[in-house]
């Protein structure tokens, strides 16, 4: 499977329900917020659970939301990584690739173009383009967020944290003193 | 901000009558940026259309709101939204407003609108939908009754996962002052008793949906804000298991049992987690343990024998006090990064007092997750149950005072069943639960307040183990309890107690409504010495909160990261990084002048708000001792409030602007209306001579 999204083990870090990663997807690839632009979804949870649930598209080997669309290699196109993505001016909107989406709910849906009534396919591209790799990974304060088969942020970040609070509790005694 | 285009707002406001379901749309740029947002535009809204003469539970009376310019931009700290109207729980009734987190402000603004007013009474039972730009009044017979999440998962069953809500539970059905309305993640509007409000107009709720778009005018500045504002740290969020509650000073509480804990965040793109997840708890209403969002009043929930103990770095705004980061326990690396060993000042912020003896009720984390769990279910205002109603009933039951009263049980705030009984009859106001339906300060005085209010509470120690004569009801002011006055709960050095009474003064609830007071560290070493000379500077104080918080509130960011003392242009950074539109320091400051005055203008015209009604508002209290054995006399009182006036360029003997004031910033129309009412008072009286003390305790 092409590198993609996955979310933190609970036992390591949970999910704030922030939405920071659904803000920081639309901002980087869109300049706006909202959610007909975000490719990642936070469903936040029952008001007595609050273990909220993020959903976002798998790059799936068999892609069979290339395979449906009837624009193949211009409006949805795979890059040498694997990674499915959409060339928003070549899609017309006709919502097949989101019919073709194995998972429920699907990890593609169809926008309503800025200042048009013409629509378009929205999905995660990985941030592809973007240097400094996936937007939501790098924003996600609480470090839920990482990219298949490469060691998930809240690794290091756990030992870290131990770290910083030895040196917090012999700071405050110092200032105590 | 480009005439076909919208940066930060969004366009427009919906009036919808839910009487007559007509919905009206006034577009938001005859309002802002003029009247900013949040809270300065719902004091305009509310002038504009409710007159005075209108009560809380009246169809007349609006429920409004509103968004700030940067609500659902990213910038952190920009979920928050507002609610305003007159108040039940006030008393006596009056206009407040309360500022509230969630997702659903960044929602409305997805469905096209930068707020809403509520105004008329349903016939029935109803909720309003709100999808994208179509707005529906819909029966809800079958959602009366349900208490908070299950009013949620119905509207999320009918309208899809993706709706948000505002929701009242049973207590704001059954209109009791005290009934919040809540939205995601157990974020509510409760002390102002809106949930009531909503209730009288025959409404279970607002649904919304929306998949618009919000455009920030300068992404790259967002993104920035995101790393600066605040100093957010990005560390996991372990689910910890807990045995104590932390302290600054090292004095934990212990619980046995223990309890788990992780944190979370209250508004859409904040970078932030105040607030905390209390895990795996009893609650009466399901089979499975749940979880709950609390901040940090959950900890006198969970154990009330001695109140916490308190450092100075709690009360000066730096990074370092982000109380309830340390509670959410995100606390730790964040001051391993920003805390500077070589800080001249870090002795004394880390001085402060160990807390008091206060002996309400055992510690017991099951039976507190309990008392905020029928809160959050009931929907209503925990700070009024916790910190007033269960600390009144043990300091009564403690002094005897309660053996003419039938509860129905035996009361006993230690006792889960009590705790569970005595909620269910003030929420459905049965037997002697109704009297507490309407509110503690209304029951007390239905009682007798000399002898249910003043007697004094004999169980209550100071850190050195003195008696401290302390009340057996908590109250400060407007019908709200105590909240950081240094008496009862939450110890605070006398500077900023007083400080805080001085903000309620001008305001209509308590003090997380009006702003806590965030002086610079220098100016806190000074006003320490409790040196009555710090009168116009306390008023300075106070005045610069009272700005602060109609900042904050009316940009749409937050009391935990607003004011940023080193970076005064915080918010304005924020504003033009929204809208696009040029902003200072300054130029904020004087938006902030002028929604007070409008606040002002409101209270004058519809509610007759004078320094007499003013001055005896928190005084009584601050005649017990405080944490460190001070009082407040009438005339030190008396002085404080006419410095406060002096600074907002009021009449001292009146507490009324003059025309000056009121057209210095703009409102001279406001001064014509205050003259018709004979209510604009001649320029130059500074000072004033008060008479005797009216109250008893002395
Ligand atoms: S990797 Fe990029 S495109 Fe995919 S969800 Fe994250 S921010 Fe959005
Ligand atoms: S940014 Fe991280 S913590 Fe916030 S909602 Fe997304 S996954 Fe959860």
Redesign the pocket.
């Known amino acids: 499977m092409a590198k993609h999204i996955v979310v933190a083990p609970r036992e390591a870090t949970l ?7 659904e803000v920081v997807c639309a901002l980087t690839h869109d300049g706006v917020v909202s959610p007909s632009y975000k490719r990642i979804s ?1 469903q936040l949870d029952r008001g007595d659970r609050m273990l ?1 649930r ?1 959903y976002t598209c798998q790059q799936c080997d068999d892609h069979p939301c290339y395979d449906a669309c009837p624009k193949q290699g211009e409006a949805m196109c795979i890059d040498e990584n694997g990674i499915v993505y959409v060339v928003s001016e070549e899609c017309i909107g006709c919502g097949l690739c989101k019919q073709a989406c194995p998972y429920e709910p699907a990890r593609i849906h169809i926008a309503r173009r800025i200042g048009s009534k013409k629509r378009v396919a929205v999905k995660c591209d990985m941030c592809r383009t973007r240097p400094e790799g996936p937007a ?1 990974v790098e ?4 470090v ?2 990482g990219v298949s088969g490469e060691p998930g942020p809240w690794e290091a970040a756990l030992a870290e944290m131990a770290k910083a609070a030895e040196a917090m509790a012999a700071a405050q005694m110092e200032g105590a003193e | 901000m480009a005439e076909e285009k919208w940066y930060g707002y969004v366009g427009a406001i919906a009036k919808i009558d839910v009487g007559t379901g007509a919905v009206e749309r006034l577009d938001t740029i005859d309002y802002a940026p003029e009247f900013m947002g949040g809270k300065m535009l719902c004091h305009k809204l509310f002038w504009d259309d409710v007159a005075a003469g209108v009560g809380a539970f009246d169809p007349e009376n609006e429920l409004i709101f509103t968004t700030g310019p940067i609500t659902g931009t990213g910038i952190p700290s920009s979920g928050r939204s507002t609610m305003g109207g007159i108040s039940p729980n006030s008393l006596p009734e009056m206009y407040s407003t309360g500022s509230c987190g969630g997702w659903i402000g960044a929602v409305l603004k997805f469905a096209g609108f930068d707020g809403f007013i509520l105004k008329g009474r349903a016939a029935e039972p109803s909720y309003v939908l709100i999808d994208n730009g179509n707005i529906e009044i819909l029966p809800a017979e079958d959602m009366w009754g349900l208490r908070i999440h299950d009013a949620q998962a119905w509207l999320k069953g009918r309208h899809g996962q993706d709706v948000q809500s505002l929701v009242i539970g049973p207590a704001g059905e059954n209109l009791c002052r005290n009934a919040s309305i809540t939205t995601s993640g157990d974020n509510a509007f409760a002390k102002s008793g809106f949930g009531a409000v909503m209730g009288s107009k025959n409404l279970k709720g607002v649904a919304i949906k929306g998949d618009g778009v919000i455009i920030p005018a300068d992404v790259e500045k967002v993104f920035e804000l995101r790393q600066t504002v605040g100093h957010p740290h990005k560390d996991p969020n372990p689910i910890t298991p807990r045995e104590m509650i932390p302290s600054l000073m090292g004095f934990e509480q212990d619980f046995s049992g223990g309890y788990y804990q992780a944190a979370q ?1 209250c508004s859409y793109g904040c970078t932030f987690r105040c607030n905390k997840l209390e895990m795996n708890h009893r609650s009466p209403f399901s089979e499975e343990p749940v979880n709950q969002v609390e901040k940090c009043f959950s900890n006198f929930a969970w154990g009330l024998d001695y109140d916490m103990d308190f450092t100075v770095a709690a009360y000066i705004h730096s990074p370092l006090s982000s109380f309830c980061d340390a509670d959410a326990l995100s606390y730790p690396a964040h001051m391993g990064e920003i805390l500077d060993p070589n800080d001249p000042d870090l002795g004394y912020l880390w001085s402060g007092r160990k807390g008091s003896n206060v002996n309400y009720w055992d510690r017991n984390f099951a039976r507190g997750c309990l008392m905020e769990h029928l809160c959050n279910e009931y929907g209503v205002d925990k700070f009024d149950m916790t910190c007033w109603l269960f600390t009144w009933i043990s300091a009564c039951q403690q002094e005897g005072l309660l053996d003419d009263l039938d509860f129905g049980m035996e009361p006993d705030v230690n006792d889960p069943a009590f705790i569970e009984h005595m909620m269910h009859i003030l929420v459905y106001r049965e037997g002697i639960g109704d009297l507490f339906a309407e509110g503690m300060a209304r029951a007390i005085r239905t009682l007798g307040k000399e002898k249910y209010g003043d007697t004094i509470y004999r169980n209550y120690f100071n850190c050195d183990g003195e008696p401290r004569e302390t009340p057996v009801s908590l109250e400060a002011g407007w019908g709200h309890p105590v909240h950081w006055q240094g008496r009862g709960l939450m110890g605070c050095p006398t500077w900023y107690s007083k400080t805080t009474s001085l903000v309620l003064t001008l305001n209509s609830r308590d003090c997380i409504g009006a702003g806590h007071p965030h002086p610079l560290t220098g100016d806190a070493q000074r006003y320490d010495d409790n040196d009555p000379a710090h009168t116009d500077e306390l008023a300075a104080l106070a005045a610069q909160t009272v700005r602060q918080s109609d900042i904050k509130d009316s940009v749409g960011s937050c009391e935990w990261v607003s004011p940023d003392t080193n970076n005064p242009a915080m918010e304005a950074e924020m504003f033009t990084a929204a809208t696009g539109l040029p902003m200072t320091a300054e130029g904020m400051q004087e938006m902030a002048r002028k929604s007070n005055l409008m606040f002002r203008a409101i209270q004058m015209r519809n509610f007759g708000r004078d320094r007499d009604l003013e001055v005896v508002q928190e005084f009584p209290i601050q005649q017990y001792p405080d944490s460190y054995g001070h009082t407040t006399s009438w005339e030190e009182r008396n002085d404080l409030v006419s410095a406060l006036y002096r600074e907002q360029g009021y009449d001292v003997p009146t507490g009324w602007p003059t025309r000056s004031t009121w057209e210095r910033h703009g409102l001279g129309e406001v001064a014509d209306t205050m003259e018709t009412l004979g209510k604009l008072p001649p320029e130059g009286r500074s000072e004033f001579t008060p008479g005797p003390n009216p109250f008893a305790h002395a």
């Open positions: 999910c704030t329900g922030c939405g920071s990663c936070v909220h993020i939501c924003h996600c304060q609480a839920c967020l | 965040t």
